[in-house]
T-cell receptor
Framework: AQSVTQPDIHITVSEGASLELRCNYS??????LFWYVQSPGQGLQLLLK??????LVQGIKGFEAEFKRSQSSFNLRKPSVHWSDAAEYFC??????????FGAGTRLTVKP | EPEVTQTPSHQVTQMGQEVILRCVPI?????FYWYRQILGQKVEFLVS????????KSEIFDDQFSVERPDGSNFTLKIRSTKLEDSAMYFC????????????FGDGTRLSIL
């Protein structure tokens, strides 16, 4: 069965600094991979997705993620973090684009 | 852009009572899902629904839970006899038929069991 691991529960970065959130997945084939963001009390907003093709995918709000098959990773990056990026970030994996499994989430705090 | 809508946004219910959470998926979507997020924890898959039947369910989705698509637009989650531990945020999602499409999530219903 597919599973997702987000090793970092909480990350704090300074505004303007770069960001990388880690995600590792376990699945027999190449899954569909997603990053979602959740602000407090809000729903889940899709940041970006990977299905096939170019392993570097661009998303909304200046985020990007790179799929590395050899490392079973799909890390999320942003070159310069804004205070409004403070939120909970979830990596997710789906088999055949269907039933989705989420990681435990990484809470991002942005220092002024 | 079409959205998944969920009602109510907050539901407060006495323990032991039945509760129905409602969702209106995106109109041309064919796959429907319910997820649960207990406060401070990760989002957990409950059930997926396609072609008027459950296609997969997790161990959380026991006999207390049921889903239904009563008409062409609504998708409901019923909890028959609520327990304190059912308190959570419940998210509905829907997806189109093509494989390489993401699931679209509603804003969730916060369920509080007293």
């Amino acid at each position: 069965a597919q599973s997702v691991t987000q090793p970092d529960i909480h990350i704090t970065v300074s505004e303007g600094a770069s960001l990388e959130l880690r995600c590792n997945y376990s699945y027999g084939a190449t899954p569909y991979l997603f990053w979602y963001v959740q602000s407090p009390g809000q729903g889940l907003q899709l940041l970006l997705k990977y299905f096939s093709g170019d392993t570097l995918v661009q998303g909304i709000k200046g985020f990007e993620a790179e799929f590395k098959r050899s490392q079973s990773s799909f890390n999320l990056r942003k070159p310069s973090v804004h205070w409004s990026d403070a939120a909970e970030y979830f990596c997710a994996v789906a088999a055949g684009g269907n039933d989705m499994r989420f990681g435990a989430g990484t809470r991002l705090t942005v220092k002024p | 852009e079409p959205e998944v809508t969920q009602t109510p946004s907050h539901q407060v219910t006495q323990m032991g009572q039945e509760v129905i959470l409602r969702c209106v998926p995106i109109s041309n979507h064919l796959y429907f899902y319910w997820y649960r997020q207990i406060l401070g924890q990760k989002v957990e898959f409950l059930v997926s629904f396609y072609n008027n039947e459950i296609s997969e369910k997790s161990e959380i989705f026991d006999d207390q839970f049921s889903v239904e698509r009563p008409d062409g637009s609504n998708f409901t989650l019923k909890i028959r006899s609520t327990k304190l531990e059912d308190s959570a945020m419940y998210f509905c999602a829907s997806k189109g038929e093509v494989d390489n499409q993401p699931q679209h999530f509603g804003d969730g219903t916060r369920l509080s069991i007293l």
